[in-house]
């Protein structure tokens, strides 16, 4: 299988959906690759546990590797590290002080044992056995092109090919038999294999013990694992420890003739292992390249806000975030970044000049529904995100020690129960710091506080132009200060409409030139089109007659039954809450910091204007035998409860037809609405409310003589 074959690359996919699990419950604890929860991160932590429990590791302060050391000391110094290294071993132990190897192999995937790899996994995954045997029973084609002739193919029966969607697992399985020897091997002359704390991670092997022990299962590997296709290389390979320790580790290296490379520390699956100055310089290049990026984003930022924010808010800080998981005190070296964050891509994306405050810096640091905008700050989200990760390993790092099996069904339940556990505490949290907020903050503030927990679905959403999620930079902008009560930059002084003063409130009310209409007729159309999708087109209608007159059935209605002004819904949907029934919606968008709501909570706002919607239409409605439903919403896209009741049905019968996750449908329906609304501010801010009638041209022939005649004159 090679990288172009898509079809092949589907069939397999769709094939691991549902073998995926058996590869996974048997890889167990002994290779991590086949799709395990946190299974890197596991493994990083094991390693790092067991060295704090049997105080192992310990380095010394500001210990490097000897090639740094030579390289950088200046004439005569000798750091302390060293003097004391010279000393000798810290303690003496019957198997030789503890340490870390990690075992690189020639070639990794290419040299898998095709025969060995099959036979496994037709007895550890029946499932998946048969695509696997139909996949690599044939030579692997690999075609080389040369420009201007025949192209020369090469055939390979080794190996799982790169890009295969089954490749991880495969190679995983392909493998197990040789991590298990090792695991149990117990040759009574010979220490207990099983002390030895052995990972894998594909081809990713590391062993952490007593180094004699260390140095039989290395020897066993270099025996074993060619049967399986694997080659250890030991000139490749690292063993780490502290200078101290590092001469009764290589006597024990070199008795097995095994020549390999000692260090102070390594990069180790994304994580790093080693003394604290080499971590430091480890991370310390990786520091100022996320900074760079932040950087990138905030130029970026001024002119595509939205693209901006979800880069970084989705993806970049996803990077340093696993840095926080895997190494504890991370928070140290991440502070760079937290000053790029505040001193240029806040400021770029609010468009205001000075760095934030720090209250203002925390609000925005907390999620989407406490108030924030989910920018968060490296340095003090690290100890809850790396306490987060360990909990979630708990199971996997125990039998790692314990060298036994783990049941994969309890592992996922043990890591789901860990991310449910710390999204609570950091919920609790953000809370507490909400409250605070809204108690310190006066009125005004409180009432905004209280409605950013169900305005944000816009911030989440990430902006696609053929999914009309796309933002333009205004309209993030201006929501984005509506949001937090700022001045958006640039508004008028007056109002273009009625020469009031333009304050934010008066834009997003002035009824002049019928942009407050524009706004409720763009959410009509969005809800119709959600209930199109969730029903069918055939079942909608736009503006529904509600026949008024009480007491009169639709049969009584007579020519001189006159209808009120609004004697039209918005949108009809036959079917909407119950079969044969059609439901009326009533689309309204209304200003809750409204000078005339005073005080009012936001939420008694919406639910007065339902209330008095209700009260007008509902009864002739239920007269006729339909159900009416008020779709009211804040202008910052806050819905009523009633309105939040209809986009949940929408929801699920939008997963009922799509065999979708409600909880996917319920944010589909909710972030699509939310834009419709947020998307018009800018329109009622910015757009131009100059009467068009006034300054149209005559559109008859007796107009223009008549007009040119005067000009004339
Ligand atoms: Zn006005």
Redesign the pocket.
């Known amino acids: 299988m090679a990288i172009g074959e898509i079809w092949q690359r589907c069939i397999a996919k769709g094939n691991l959906v549902g073998s995926r699990a058996e590869a996974k419950g048997a890889c167990g604890s002994v290779q991590l690759c086949a799709g395990l929860e946190a299974g890197i991160e596991g493994a990083l932590h094991a390693v790092r546990i067991r060295a704090e429990t049997n105080g192992s590791m310990q380095f010394r302060a500001g210990e490097i590797d000897d090639e740094l050391w030579e390289l950088e000391r200046e004439e005569g110094e000798d750091p302390s590290w060293i003097a004391a290294a010279e000393e000798g071993l810290q303690g003496e132990s019957e198997y030789g002080p503890e340490g870390l190897t990690l075992v690189d192999a020639r070639n990794g995937f290419n040299e898998l044992s095709c025969y060995a790899m099959l036979w496994t996994a037709r007895h550890h995954r029946p499932k998946g056995a048969r695509f696997a045997f139909n996949c690599y029973r044939h030579y692997a084609r690999c075609i080389v092109r040369n420009p201007g002739a025949e192209p020369s193919i090469l055939l390979s029966r080794e190996g799982v090919t790169q890009g295969c969607p089954q490749s991880g697992i495969l190679y995983g399985l392909g493998l197990l038999p040789l991590a298990e020897h090792l695991r149990c091997d117990d040759d009574p002359q010979q220490p207990v294999n099983s002390t030895v704390l052995q990972p894998w991670y594909a081809d990713d092997m590391a062993m952490m013990g007593a180094c004699t022990r260390i140095v039989r299962v290395f020897q066993l590997l270099m025996e074993k694992g060619p049967s399986v296709g694997y080659f250890p290389e030991p000139q490749k390979s690292y063993h780490i420890c502290p200078k101290a320790e590092e001469a009764a580790a290589r006597t024990a290296f070199e008795a097995a003739g095994l020549q390999v490379n000692f260090c102070r520390g390594k990069r180790y699956v994304g994580g790093f292992v080693g003394s604290e100055a080499m971590l430091e310089r480890w991370l310390d290049p990786k520091v100022k390249k996320w900074v760079a990026g932040v950087e990138i984003l905030a130029r970026i930022a001024s002119r595509f806000p939205q693209t901006a924010y979800a880069g970084l808010a989705s993806s970049l800080q996803a990077e340093w975030q696993y840095i926080c998981r895997v190494i504890p005190g991370a928070e140290h070296y991440l502070g760079p970044i937290e000053s790029a964050i505040c001193e240029k891509f806040i400021p770029a994306l609010l468009q205001v000049s000075d760095p934030v405050d720090e209250a203002f810096r925390q609000l925005l640091s907390q999620g989407v529904k406490m108030g924030g905008i989910a920018l968060r700050n490296p340095t003090t989200s690290a100890p809850l995100l790396h306490q987060s990760s360990v909990d979630a390993c708990d199971l996997l790092i125990k039998a790692l020690h314990a060298g036994g099996g783990l049941s994969a069904e309890a592992h996922k339940a043990c890591v789901r129960e860990a991310g449910h556990h710390t999204r609570k505490a950091r919920l609790k949290e953000e809370e507490a710091y909400l409250d605070g907020l809204k108690a310190s903050g006066g009125r005004k503030m409180a009432k905004r506080l209280d409605r950013m927990s169900e305005t944000g679905a816009w911030l989440s959403a990430i902006p696609n132009r053929f999914d009309g999620t796309e933002l333009s930079r205004e309209e993030f902008q201006d929501n984005l200060a509506i949001r937090y009560g700022l001045r958006p930059r640039g508004l008028p002084d007056r109002?273009?409409?009625?020469?009031?003063p333009?304050s934010v409130e008066?834009?997003l009310?002035?009824?002049?030139?019928g942009f407050v209409g524009q706004r409720h007729d763009d959410v009509c159309e969005e809800l119709a089109h959600l209930c199109s999708m969730a029903l069918t087109a055939a079942r909608i209608s736009s503006e529904p007659e509600i026949f008024y007159g009480r007491g009169l059935t639709a049969a009584q209605r007579g020519t001189s039954e006159v209808l009120g002004d609004e004697a039209r819904g918005d949108v009809g949907a036959h079917g909407f809450w119950k079969r044969g029934r059609t439901t009326i919606f009533d689309v309204q968008v209304c200003d809750t910091d409204a000078k005339s709501y005073g005080n009012r909570e936001s939420k008694k706002v919406l639910e007065g204007a339902a209330r008095r919607k209700r009260e007008k239409y509902e009864e002739a409605c239920l007269e006729r035998r339909r159900d009416f439903t008020p779709m009211i919403y804040s202008v910052d896209g806050m819905a009523d409860k009633l309105a939040r009741a209809a986009e949940r049905r929408i929801a699920g019968l939008l997963a009922a037809k799509w065999t979708r996750q409600y909880s996917q449908m319920a944010s589909f329906v909710r972030t699509r609405m939310c834009l419709a609304i947020v998307r018009s501010n800018t329109l009622l801010l910015r757009g131009d409310?100059v009467m068009n009638w006034r300054r149209r041209a005559p559109d008859d022939g007796v107009g223009v003589r008549a007009a040119m005649t005067y000009q004339i004159q």
Do not use: A, L, S, W
Not at 495 to 500: F, I, L, M, S
Not at 509 to 513: A, S, V
């Open positions: 109002c273009d409409g009625c020469n009031e333009f008066h834009g009310n002035c009824k002049k030139g409310r």
